[in-house]
């Protein structure tokens, strides 16, 4: 059975940083492009990051480019999205998610179809 086990969420003040993790069970990450969206208050979902199956390169929305890091342990068939210079307006529930399709990851529309549980990711003084 494929699942997607999210940790590391929780309160983080302004300019604090968190990591988030996606532990993968059922399949490895090689096999998937791997991403993490985010859903605010009243806000649509949006893409925030992902990144291609079997190459390194990856994309990152604007509102988080320079701060957040996506990376994969393929030992511990973990995904990570690292979170820096948070700002209240990065708060949100936070889910990572997994698409059959390998390597397409270009920009936000990434066809997923796996999804973590989320977690929420609240950034306040």
């Known amino acids: 059975q494929l699942q997607l086990v999210e940790a590391g969420g929780g309160g983080v003040q302004p300019g604090g940083s968190r990591r988030r993790s996606c532990a993968a069970s059922?399949?490895?990450?090689?096999?998937?492009?791997v991403g993490w969206v985010r859903q605010a208050p009243g806000k649509e979902r949006e893409g925030v990051s992902c990144?291609?199956?079997?190459?390194?390169?990856?994309w990152y929305a604007d509102s988080v480019k320079g701060r957040f890091t996506i990376s994969r342990d393929y030992a511990e068939n973990t995904v990570y999205l690292q979170m820096n210079s948070l700002k209240a307006e990065d708060t949100a529930v936070y889910s990572c998610?997994?698409?059959?399709?390998?390597?397409?990851?270009?920009?936000?529309?990434?066809?997923?179809?796996?999804w973590g549980q989320g977690t929420q990711v609240t950034v306040s003084s």
């Open positions: 998610a997994a698409a059959n399709i390998a390597n397409v990851c270009y920009d936000s529309r990434v066809p997923f179809n796996y």
């Open positions: 059922g399949f490895t990450w090689k096999e998937k492009t």
């Open positions: 990144m291609r199956s079997t190459e390194a390169r990856t």
